[in-house]
């Protein structure tokens, strides 16, 4: 799996770094001639960037001939670009070698990326039998075109359901769905930015897929820094009015801080008094394994908050449907800017998904993944312990990852790659930030998606990397 890390807080800009990067392996025929390339969607979510900074690599580098482009079958290694095939058995062997079996480093890999769900425990049996049933029983009109708010089968489930486990509160009317929570932020910044200042008030550190989002909409991103309670509503601009603030407020991403009521009372008066929206993204809030789960801030104030959720997490990413809900004024709109965007998302797989809520299976899949990411998360948490006893564990409350910090460590570039040279990929931070320099000390580790005997092994090649890095 091809993957590299990139420096935010260089000079060098980050398609330069990403040319660069995928230049050099060719040369030095890492990326063999022929050779398909991962797509730009894959290779730009590998190494945390936008999909827009891959392209334009990609772009460059076909134009000095090291790639080429096959007619719907991808992107591939142009013969001739190699500069050093006389030592091609010289690499195969000392690759090997570092991955201490004959099939490579790639092979081995353990990857800690968080929000992954665990994809072996998803429902298949029930979900196919709900899936026949629904085609079978369906009223004709559901093969049509449909609206494009979604059903209303589901939207009623719910907007029940989220008024008892999130305590939201709206009625269905106000609920659109979307196909995943990226469409659905996707067009509220479409909807919202622009109408005052053009900034967002955003988390930070925060991933690569929200600043994209928002910078794609032509919106200055204003970063607001995060401790371990969440944003913090004092370093919010005192002489700017946003269009909105984005907040992750149940377990911030990717510290993992639950934000206290004190703090989100602050920031529904910041935003009262500047009269903008709050945008409340919760995107995996029903996994809270200590104490009981926050409820949403939408429920403090329903007609300032835009309440932003998906079943991603839950059930699995392929399942892409997520939702809005909206403060009534904004609701046509919004509406429209979805018809526009797809019409309306898949009627088929929403019916499926409102009976699996109606009948009681989705709080039961619910409770049985809590239960195995608490298992999975203990494992980690012990591993970490008996192998990093300096580290500092943070956000481990809820959700499917967790945040660690070394003291006496700084997760550079180099020990990015000899970590990843052990067969394991982590996550910096410092990535995340918008202003570098906070978080050099820490890295993110899922474990949402891992069996507990892969995540021992992987903090055990973690220390190894670590020690290496120290003792050379």
């Not at 659905?184 to 989002?213: K, Y």
């Not at 967790?402 to 040279?421: N, Q, S």
């Not at 982590?426 to 995540?455: F, K, S």
Request: some cysteine; charged content about 25%.
């Amino acid at each position: 799996m091809l993957w590299f890390a990139v420096d935010r807080s260089a000079a060098v800009p980050l398609t330069a770094q990403v040319y660069g990067q995928m230049r050099s392996r060719i040369l030095r025929q890492e990326l063999a001639e022929g050779e398909r390339l991962p797509s730009s969607r894959e290779l730009a979510t590998r190494i945390g960037v936008s999909r827009n900074v891959v392209l334009e690599a990609y772009e460059r580098l076909a134009a000095e001939g090291f790639v080429e482009g096959r007619p719907q079958s991808g992107t591939y290694v142009a013969p001739g670009s190699s500069f050093e095939r006389h030592k091609e058995t010289e690499r195969k062997n000392a690759f090997s070698a570092v991955a201490g079996t004959g099939s490579g480093v790639e092979d081995a890999a353990i990857d800690f990326r968080a929000a992954h769900p665990a994809a072996d425990y998803f429902p298949r049996t029930v979900w196919g039998r709900l899936a026949k049933e629904v085609c079978l029983d369906a009223p004709e009109r559901v093969f049509g075109y449909t609206r494009a708010e979604g059903v209303p089968e589901l939207r009623s489930v719910l907007a029940r359901y989220l008024l008892q486990a999130r305590g939201v509160r709206c009625h269905p009317d106000q609920i659109v769905i979307t196909s995943g929570a990226t469409q659905a932020l996707h067009l509220i910044t479409e909807l919202l930015s622009g109408q005052t200042s053009g900034c967002v008030a955003v988390e930070d550190p925060v991933t690569d897929e929200m600043r994209a989002i928002f910078t794609y909409a032509g919106s200055t991103v204003l970063p607001v820094p995060v401790d371990d309670k969440g944003m913090i509503p004092e370093e919010l601009p005192a002489n700017e009015k946003p269009d909105f603030i984005f907040v992750i407020p149940s377990h911030q991403f990717p510290l993992g801080g639950t934000m206290p009521i004190q703090r989100r009372i602050q920031l529904l008066e910041y935003a009262r008094l500047r009269d903008c929206y709050i945008v409340e993204d919760d995107y995996d809030s029903e996994f809270t394994y200590e104490g009981t789960a926050v409820h949403s801030m939408q429920g403090l104030e329903p007609e300032r908050v835009v309440y932003v959720g998906t079943f991603s997490k839950i059930l699995s990413p392929a399942l892409r449907i997520g939702y809005a809900v909206l403060p009534e004024r904004l609701i046509p709109e919004y509406r429209r800017l979805k018809w526009f965007a797809d019409r309306h998302t898949s009627a088929l797989e929403q019916l499926i998904l409102a009976r699996f809520m109606e009948e009681g299976y989705f709080e039961r899949h619910i409770r049985r993944m809590k239960k195995i990411y608490r298992q999975r998360r203990e494992a980690l948490v012990r591993s970490l312990r008996q192998e990093l006893p300096q580290a500092k564990i943070l956000g481990q409350s809820a959700g499917m990852h967790l945040v660690v910090e070394l003291p006496d460590t700084r997760f550079t570039r180099e020990l990015l790659e000899g970590i990843r040279a052990e067969g394991v990929q982590v996550y910096a931070v410092e990535h995340y930030a918008l202003r570098p320099g906070r978080h050099e000390r820490q890295i993110v580790m899922g474990y949402g998606g891992l069996t507990a005997e892969l995540i021992r092994e992987g903090v055990v090649r973690l220390r190894r990397a670590i020690s290496r890095h120290h003792n050379p």
